[in-house]
Structure formats: C-alpha cells, structure tokens
C-alpha cells in the first residue's frame, strides 16, 4: 500500500512529494480468526501495531523538514481520524484539519466518564452561521460543480477513547482542544444522498465564521490527492507494473511518482499561467524539439513558445486531436505525450552528445 503527502498552494497548484512511504498489509483478518480475537480486542490494541500509525508517522517526519517558516497544514480524510494523531499534533504544535469519522463522545471531564455530549449531534442542534461555495468533483470525475455550505463551528474537548490504555505514568490520557466545524449542503439539484456534508476537527485558531469558511474551503483542495493518485494509475500505470519484487516495484513507483507530479503540476500551471513562458517547465532543448516536431520544422521559434502552447503540443504528441469541440488533455493522452518527448529527447542527446 503507498501512502504519499502531497504539498499544494492554498490555490490548488501541486508543490511535490513531502513524504512518500510503502506499507506492506499485513493479513489481519487470517491472523485474527486464527488466534479468536474479537472486534472489541483489535480496536483496544496499540495504534504503533495498526496502519493508523502511518499517519502519525508522516506527521512527525513533516515535523522534522525546515519549511522556512511557511506553516503547513495536515489536511486528511476520514481514515486519519484518530485521537493519538490529534493529541501527537497537540504535542508536537503541527496543525491538522481532518475529517470526522464517526458520532464521537466529546467535552467529557476525565476519559472513563459517561458520554452526555455527542460531536454530531451538538454540531447540528445549532443554527447556520454563515453560508460559502465550493467546487465539488462528481463522482472522483473529471466534471465540478458548485455546492453551497451552511456553516456551524464550536470548540470542543476530545477525550481519549475509553478502550485506549492510560498513559505510562497512570494517569489518564489528556483531553484534546480542537474546533470543530460542520459544512452542509442543505439545497441544490442534486439527490439528498449526494449532498456534501463534512465535520471537520483542527487545531488551527478558528475565531468567526470567516475562519472556519478558510477551513472548509482549504479541505476542499484534498481531492487534488485522489488527482495526483490517478494521474500515477491511469497515466502511468504503476498498478500494470510487471516487476518480479517488491524493491523493484517501489523503486519504478518512486521514479514515476516524480513523473507524475510533473505532469499534474504542467496540468494546474497552464490554468493558473497559460501565457508565461514555458521555460518554467522545459529547459531550452525540449521546448525547441517538441516545437520542431510538431510544426514540423527544422527551426525553433523566435519567441519562447506559452505554457498553454506546450500543453498542447505535448498532448497533441499523445493522440490528442485538438479539435475545437473537444474539451481539455486528458491525463492518458498528457503521459503518452510525455513519453514521446522524452524518447525525442533522449535520441538527439544521444547523437548530438
């Protein structure tokens, strides 16, 4: 199983790889029945023996790199809603912004009390405080749409789930402060069931409504992930991969991951900047045979040829047409492309020394 942390703007535009790590799947399930542990067993044992600990794992390591002083911001689905990655962030002042899971106990004084006050359940007693709109992908594709959220938030206090062991000195585990924050999709065309509906819990300072809309809106960049994830299956088919070990497969994922950020970062450049020199993206020597070879010419331009230009050219070496009709490169078109110049590339180094 690959786990990547993808660095992206608070505009979208995809900065690289942060941390990228391999985890071999153990088989749970075999193991469990063979030794008769129950669902109540497995979910009370440590996070350090569960997947869960990737998480914490990447959070440290991010910890860890100089920034520069530019704040980063863990923003995670639902999978990464866990209390030790809070309490670990708490600890560690590393900001998260994750998705809620489930209808959770929280403001509790100690951890073992009895649960009187529900995430959820508080979330939606309250009236709207404010409305925002978002771009929402339809079904993982390639098509949007705008959704309005009403928008509740209120500070809360996490405990520590009640089947999690007591700290090492005895005492009990500590509760957590975060805000959180609920975006809802009252109206709109589509079906009920595919209304967006997100509880969102950070440790970021959330003091009026306009923070909390950042919030939201910063949350909905996460699916620039499941792009990145399927710019690296479809256009590079790292999961066709035919490799004999898993070293050399990791080793041709870790080599086409940086391809694939290249070509999701040219895809988001060329909205964000379709008129800056494509210099930004191909040296000298790339440019000029990729210009050559689609205009079909022995001389490179007098100009420095647009982002936009490129994008084109590189899809256009991919199959794609370019039809006025048709609608923006698709990914599999932009990877053969991508291909195809690199083989150009490679040859006239090759001749040419």
């Given at each position: 199983?690959?786990?990547?942390?993808?660095?992206?703007?608070?505009?979208g535009?995809?900065?690289?790889?942060l941390?990228?790590?391999?985890?071999?799947?153990?088989k749970?399930?075999?193991?469990?029945?063979?030794?008769?542990k129950?669902?109540?067993?497995?979910?009370?044992?440590?996070?350090?023996?569960?997947?869960?600990?990737?998480?914490?794992?990447?959070?440290r390591?991010c910890?860890?790199?100089?920034l520069?002083?530019?704040?980063?911001?863990?923003?995670?689905?639902?999978?990464?809603?866990?209390?030790?990655?809070?309490?670990?962030?708490?600890?560690?002042?590393?900001?998260?912004?994750?998705?809620?899971?489930?209808?959770?106990?929280?403001?509790k004084?100690?951890?073992?009390?009895?649960?009187?006050?529900?995430?959820?359940?508080?979330l939606?007693?309250?009236r709207?405080?404010g409305?925002?709109?978002v771009?929402?992908?339809?079904?993982?594709?390639?098509?949007y749409?705008?959704?309005?959220?009403?928008?509740?938030y209120?500070?809360?206090?996490?405990?520590?789930?009640?089947?999690?062991?007591?700290?090492k000195?005895?005492?009990?585990?500590?509760?957590?402060?975060l805000t959180?924050?609920?975006?809802?999709?009252?109206?709109g065309?589509?079906?009920?069931?595919?209304?967006?509906?997100?509880?969102l819990?950070?440790n970021?300072?959330?003091?009026?409504v306009?923070?909390?809309?950042?919030?939201v809106?910063?949350?909905?960049?996460?699916?620039?992930?499941?792009?990145?994830?399927?710019?690296?299956?479809?256009?590079?088919?790292?999961?066709?991969?035919?490799?004999a070990?898993?070293?050399?497969?990791?080793?041709?994922?870790?080599?086409?991951?940086?391809?694939?950020?290249?070509?999701?970062?040219?895809?988001?450049v060329?909205?964000?900047?379709p008129?800056?020199?494509?210099?930004?993206?191909l040296?000298?020597?790339?440019w000029?045979?990729?210009?050559?070879?689609?205009?079909?010419?022995?001389?490179?331009?007098?100009?420095i040829?647009?982002?936009?230009e490129v994008?084109?050219w590189?899809?256009?070496?991919?199959?794609?047409?370019?039809?006025?009709?048709?609608?923006?490169?698709?990914?599999?078109?932009?990877?053969?492309?991508w291909?195809?110049?690199?083989?150009?590339?490679?040859?006239?180094?090759?001749?040419?020394?």
């Open positions: 199983m690959l786990h990547n942390t993808l660095a992206i703007t608070t505009d535009l995809p900065l690289g790889l941390d990228q790590r391999f985890i071999s799947r153990k749970l399930h075999q193991s469990q029945k063979e030794s008769g129950t669902d109540r067993s497995r979910a009370s044992k440590s996070i350090k023996n569960k997947e869960s600990q990737r998480w914490i794992d990447v959070l390591q910890h860890a790199l100089d520069g002083g530019t704040q980063l911001v863990h923003v995670c689905d639902r999978e990464a809603d866990i209390y030790e990655l809070f309490r670990d962030a708490s600890l560690l002042d590393e900001k998260v912004l994750v998705r809620a899971s489930h209808n959770r106990a929280i403001n004084s100690f951890q073992h009390e009895e649960a009187t006050a529900w995430l959820f359940d508080k939606s007693e309250r709207a405080q409305r925002t709109r771009t929402l992908q339809v079904n993982g594709k390639k098509k749409r705008e959704a309005t959220l009403s928008i509740v209120m500070s809360v206090f996490l405990p520590a789930p009640t089947n999690r062991t007591v700290a000195d005895g005492e009990s585990l500590p509760m957590v402060s959180a924050i609920m975006a809802i999709e009252k109206q065309s589509v079906p009920l069931k595919d209304r967006a509906c997100w509880t819990l950070t970021l300072p959330v003091d009026d306009n923070s909390a809309i950042e919030k809106h910063w949350y909905a960049q996460r699916w620039n992930i499941e792009v990145f994830h399927k710019v690296l299956k479809s256009g590079c088919g790292v999961e066709r991969a035919q490799l070990s898993a070293e050399r497969l990791k080793r041709y994922i870790t080599v086409k991951s940086i391809i694939a950020w290249r070509l999701f970062w040219l895809s988001r060329q909205e964000s900047d008129d800056g020199a494509c210099d930004q993206i040296d000298t020597i790339e000029q045979l990729l210009h050559r070879k689609i205009n079909k010419t022995r001389t490179a331009p007098e100009n040829p647009t982002i936009r994008f084109i590189i899809a256009k070496l991919g199959g794609y047409l370019n039809r006025k009709s048709d609608p923006d490169p698709g990914i599999i078109s932009l990877w053969r492309g291909e195809r110049l690199s083989d150009i590339v490679d040859d006239h180094r090759d001749i040419c020394g």
